[in-house]
Structure formats: structure tokens, C-alpha cells
């Protein structure tokens, strides 16, 4: 079994049995007494976010994860049906697992998907970057750097003033900022 000092993010661990996945963690060294890690975990099922204390040397339960890259091919109700792309096989994901970067999915996205020892789906990231086309976009102001555009998908970004309508831009996923045009 593992300790704190082995925590990373993206790790996977059982904390009053339930599956968590570590989104970040801090380790804090007070004036006086024990360090402690302070880690800010996602539950897996329920997507609910937690802090939890440990104190230093503690034992933690983690889990072997395997990592897969796989084409999105389509949405089945609250799943996305993704293919493996080593063995073709069709695996139902659950639309939790990616959080607030699902509004960027495209169909025949490559995605990284991670699963457990019982080839249960963990977590999933997508790309870094997003090509998406503009739908909207008002005319840019005088004298500002930036204007409210949408994208596919309804996302609303800022863009410079150069961008039109119907222009193809790369978006960064991570942080839903305009990285370039696309030509």
C-alpha cells in the first residue's frame, strides 16, 4: 500500500470506499506539529468535488489504471460510444468522466480514456485544442483588443477583432480561449 508522499494528480485512489481521482494537491508544513497533504479530489461516479486532509506518511489505497486512445463515434443517452483504436471493440463511456470540457466534443475526436483493472471507465480527456467554426460574432469596438464570439456548439469565447463569421479557429479546451485562426 501506498503512501501520501506518493500522491500526483490524475492519481486514482479509494477514500471511504469510493472511487476519487486527484484534481490537486498541496503539501502544507505548519510551524508546529506534522505535515499535512491537503488534496482536492473528483469523485469518479458522481463527479462531486471534496477536499481531504491527510497527515504525512498515511496510508492510501491507490488503483492500477490503464490508459487507451479511442475515436468518439457517437452519444447514446447519457454515454458516449467510443472505439478503441488497437482492437475496434465499441465501449460505452459515461459522459461524466469529462467534466466541463464535454461541451468541446466532436464526432471522430480521438480521446484518452482510463480504466480500471475491472475495464471500468475512470476519466477522460480530450484534446488540447478544438478546431471549431464561428456563428456569431458582432461587429469589434474601437479601441478594444477583444470581442464575444460563439462557436459550434454554443460555446461563447473572446476573439480579436479580425475574426468574422464562418472563420475556423483553434480553441484551447483547457481554459475555452482562442489560440489562432485556422486557414
Given at each position: 500500500?501506498?503512501?501520501?508522499?506518493?500522491?500526483?494528480?490524475?492519481?486514482?485512489?479509494?477514500?471511504?470506499?469510493?472511487?476519487?481521482?486527484?484534481?490537486?494537491?498541496?503539501?502544507?508544513?505548519?510551524?508546529?506539529?506534522?505535515?499535512?497533504?491537503?488534496?482536492?479530489?473528483?469523485?469518479?461516479?458522481?463527479?462531486?468535488?471534496?477536499?481531504?486532509?491527510?497527515?504525512?506518511?498515511?496510508?492510501?489505497?491507490?488503483?492500477?489504471?490503464?490508459?487507451?486512445?479511442?475515436?468518439?463515434?457517437?452519444?447514446?443517452?447519457?454515454?458516449?460510444?467510443?472505439?478503441?483504436?488497437?482492437?475496434?471493440?465499441?465501449?460505452?463511456?459515461?459522459?461524466?468522466?469529462?467534466?466541463?470540457?464535454?461541451?468541446?466534443?466532436?464526432?471522430?475526436?480521438?480521446?484518452?480514456?482510463?480504466?480500471?483493472?475491472?475495464?471500468?471507465?475512470?476519466?477522460?480527456?480530450?484534446?488540447?485544442?478544438?478546431?471549431?467554426?464561428?456563428?456569431?460574432t458582432e461587429e469589434g469596438v474601437k479601441g478594444k483588443l477583444l470581442k464575444p464570439a460563439e462557436v459550434e456548439g454554443g460555446i461563447k469565447i473572446q476573439v480579436p477583432l479580425f475574426v468574422n463569421m464562418g472563420d475556423k479557429l483553434k480553441i484551447s479546451i483547457e481554459?475555452?480561449?482562442?489560440?489562432?485562426?485556422?486557414?
Open positions: 500500500m501506498a503512501t501520501t508522499s506518493d500522491i500526483s494528480k490524475g492519481a486514482f485512489f479509494r477514500y471511504n470506499n469510493e472511487l476519487v481521482t486527484v484534481i490537486d494537491y498541496d503539501h502544507i508544513t505548519p510551524g508546529k506539529g506534522n505535515a499535512i497533504y491537503s488534496v482536492k479530489c473528483r469523485n469518479v461516479e458522481t463527479g462531486k468535488q471534496s477536499e481531504i486532509r491527510f497527515r504525512s506518511g498515511e496510508k492510501i489505497d491507490f488503483i492500477r489504471v490503464d490508459e487507451f486512445d479511442m475515436q468518439y463515434l457517437f452519444t447514446e443517452g447519457d454515454a458516449l460510444v467510443c472505439m478503441n483504436q488497437e482492437t475496434f471493440d465499441q465501449v460505452h463511456v459515461p459522459k461524466i468522466i469529462f467534466g466541463e470540457a464535454i461541451k468541446f466534443l466532436q464526432e471522430g475526436m480521438l480521446l484518452t480514456i482510463r480504466f480500471d483493472e475491472n475495464e471500468k471507465p475512470l476519466s477522460g480527456n480530450l484534446p488540447k485544442y478544438a478546431e471549431l467554426v464561428v456563428t456569431y481554459n475555452s480561449e482562442y489560440v489562432e485562426r485556422v486557414k
